[in-house]
């Protein structure tokens, strides 16, 4: 084989090799979606997850959505068309082909887990994840205290981290003498009719 044509192929095969990388670029990002890795939450606050797309020209939103990781709920749904779909505890926001915002609302221990932003577009199928975690200090989200039957209840909801609730009549503490239900993340707290009314 001459030394002319064996240059010549060797010219081939690097112009085809300069094809290749100069090509793979522009077509391996023709969509990404990015979130934040992580945020944390104060009890009781609000937070807004944000889920960003870049593109390059040309892209069609077929489907956008948030949902958390351990349920199949799709939330701020976003199709060809959007529809503000906000629910009890959270809201969305959509800039169309930008950003999918979602929030939660009064955010408590049951809100914690790992959020997907999810897109499929005519430029593929990306997603991307936030982790919500609630700040360690306690909190609960409402107390309320009601009289019957059985005597004063108070009723704890939204109780973070696991707790104890405690009746107090001066310096004398009555947990032995309460009934106490607890359910998932409530106290139902009642002191006995018999006993003098005591305070929390």
């Not at 107390?143 to 209840?153: F, H, I, L, V």
């Amino acid at each position: 084989m001459s030394k002319q044509l064996l240059r010549l192929k060797m010219n081939s095969l690097l112009q085809l090799l300069w094809l290749t990388f100069a090509i793979t670029p522009t077509t391996a990002v023709l969509v990404a979606v990015y979130t934040k890795e992580a945020v944390t939450v104060p009890c009781n606050q609000s937070v807004t997850l944000h889920c960003n797309i870049t593109y390059r020209e040309g892209l069609s939103v077929k489907q956008l959505y948030w949902f958390r990781e351990d349920k199949e709920i799709k939330m701020c749904e976003v199709t060809e068309s959007w529809d503000n779909n906000t629910h009890l505890n959270e809201e969305c926001n959509y800039t169309p082909n930008t950003q999918l915002s979602l929030t939660l609302l009064q955010v408590q221990k049951y809100d914690e887990g790992k959020y997907i932003c999810k897109l499929r577009s005519n430029r593929g199928v990306k997603e991307s994840s936030t982790t919500v975690s609630l700040q360690g200090s306690p909190c609960y989200n409402k107390a309320k205290y009601r009289n019957n039957d059985e005597g004063p209840t108070c009723v704890f909801t939204g109780v973070h981290p696991d707790g104890e609730v405690h009746w107090f009549h001066g310096a004398t503490n009555g947990r032995k003498t309460n009934k106490e239900k607890i359910y998932r993340w409530q106290f139902l707290i009642t002191w006995p009719r018999e006993q003098s009314v005591y305070i929390m």
